[in-house]
DNA sequence: GTCTCCGAAATGGTCTGATGACTTACGCTT
DNA sequence: AAGCGTAAGTCATCAGACCATTTCGGAGAC
């Protein structure tokens, strides 16, 4: 096995094993080097590894630990990479945001918590007032984050704050000839989703995610139209 | 800037401007290192860092290269964090799989493929007729995702086959006290959702699957029960 | 006695140079 | 024309040195 590969298994061997649980600290690196019997280039590409992807982090002067091996952190590291798919990766991942944010909806319909819709109003009442494309951004991004956050599942907010954040890159708002138009559906949609919190209607709070999300997908579809299959 | 960080954000810039596109071949370390003007051990761990988030591939005696940038084969990377997680955090990715199976598999429902659940039906035999917990684990794991498949989205079936595998670790079929009823609870949970499927009821499917999953969630909790709150 | 500050030790970060291993392609031989 | 061997190109690994940051204990001031 190569070096940098055996370096990789024997960390990762020591977190599954159990020998060093969440936030525990490694050896210092000469004698992880010396107990995986690779050189301290290949343990530090292994370490490399392992840091992007959320397992482990080094701290300058201190030492190298486990991450807290929480599921939201590390799936915010997809932004990395998530960042870089190109636009038809990014329809694919877009149905995976709807499905999930439909269900956060729901969730987050069904709590009891009117500061929630409190909250979400003052928000949108911002949104709506403002025509800046990263103004526009950051408020969707705030309202629909708050919305997950208030579904109750960490994993799933962080998955679609991921997505978001790829599909925001695309910039549908800048001032063009459908911007009003673009922007008075946007505007609705959001209110059709507050409604149905407000009103904890779970049911009708999907639909109103779905709907809202399945039509950003087709705005991104519009930015680079699929080639036609041929009629017969 | 940090070195490594320096040379990550070089490399990362040269694909998310297009100067590199799925598939292209960098060039040879020496010439990144002076052009993004760091030493040759901190591009390489940059490397590493991409590498193991999918987004680039060093062949060794070949080159680098931009992976394909595929979002089903980036997700698979993900394996390698996930399979670390605590039990605990593993119960909030099973409320994703459950959200996100259930969606597939109301999508293959509604397809119109007779072969699927021919297919589907020669592998519950299989599984019905051993006790061996790999292969059990193994024939599960072949069902969903063939049902996943199906449902069209490689992203989704990418998601879904990261967070099973997982999940099995944890070897609920071990042979002990409730493995008969354990199993056949299972079995039958396969065979509603094979029925929804060959009835195409998309809305029974995604019922059927939604209910299988959280069958499992409730056994996973089991292997560790959560401490109850006092009660006044 | 307590607090502050400084410095030494511990530890990760970076650079350099050399060598090994693998892939690819070219040119030679048959 | 096909097969083969060699050489060039490229990544993989190792070793050693030095730099930057953190941490902690001890010396000194109050």
């Known amino acids: 096995m190569a070096a940098t590969d055996k370096a990789l298994a024997g960390l990762r061997q020591m977190i599954a094993s159990g020998e060093l649980g969440p936030g525990a600290k490694f050896p210092p690196e000469p004698e992880l080097c010396d107990h ?3 050189s301290r280039s290949s343990l530090r590409e292994a370490v490399r590894s392992l840091g992007a992807l959320g397992v482990i982090e080094s701290r300058h002067g201190s030492g190298t630990y486990v991450s807290a091996l929480d599921p939201a952190a590390i799936i915010s590291r997809f932004s990395l ?3 870089l798919i190109p636009l038809e990766g990014v329809l694919e991942l877009l ?3 709807r499905v999930l944010e439909a269900h956060a909806t729901a969730a987050a319909a069904a709590r009891q ?10 928000i949108l009442d911002r949104l709506e007032s403002t025509t800046d494309a990263t103004q526009i951004q950051h408020l969707d991004a705030e309202f629909h984050n708050a919305i997950c956050t208030a579904g109750g599942n960490s994993t799933v907010t962080a998955l679609t704050d991921v997505i ?8 549908i708002f800048e001032p063009g000839a459908d911007f009003d138009a673009i922007k008075r559906t946007s505007d609705r949609g959001h209110r059709e989703i507050l409604a149905a919190i407000t009103t904890r209607d779970p049911a009708a709070a999907a639909t109103a995610a779905s709907a809202h999300i399945a039509q950003t997908e087709l705005w991104l579809r519009a930015l680079r139209p699929v080639p036609q299959p041929e009629l017969p």
Do not use: K
């Open 95 to 97: 149905e995976v945001r």
């Open 113 to 122: 918590d009117p500061e929630l819709a409190e909250r979400l109003a003052t």
């Open 164 to 171: 978001r954040g790829r599909g925001g890159h695309y910039r």
């Open 81 to 83: 990479s998530v960042e």
């Open 36 to 38: 995986l019997g690779v």
